[in-house]
């Protein structure tokens, strides 16, 4: 027999610990507002992340296949490249990707 009062409560506690965990970002953020350090993680931490993402990507090129990695190069040589052109993320990202699934799919 399902107790109802058992179920309610359990809900009411879940709902009350997920309200709390996703109000605590906007509550330290107003407190942090002025901080240095929040405002020098926002300027590094995208950059952070997509060179961590690299070097994944990089990483697991297997150099035994006949491609021998040449499309994941050729997709971050563009992206870079394009970036440095433009100075326009979703370009870059976007050029990147067409090359290096377009070498993927049609050359090798």
Known sequence: MVDY????ASLAVAVGI???LRAVPFVV???L???ALLDALGK??????????AVYALSSIDLGTSSHGVPQVAGVVTTVGIHLW????AL???SGTVVCVGLMNWVF
């Open 29 to 31: 953020r107003s407190r």
């Open 92 to 94: 870059s990202i976007l």
């Open 44 to 53: 590094w931490m995208p950059l952070g992340a997509v060179a961590i993402l």
């Open 86 to 89: 433009r100075r326009n993320i």
């Open 18 to 20: 997920t309200f709390s």
């Open 5 to 8: 009062w058992y179920v309610a």
């Open 33 to 35: 507002r002025e901080s």
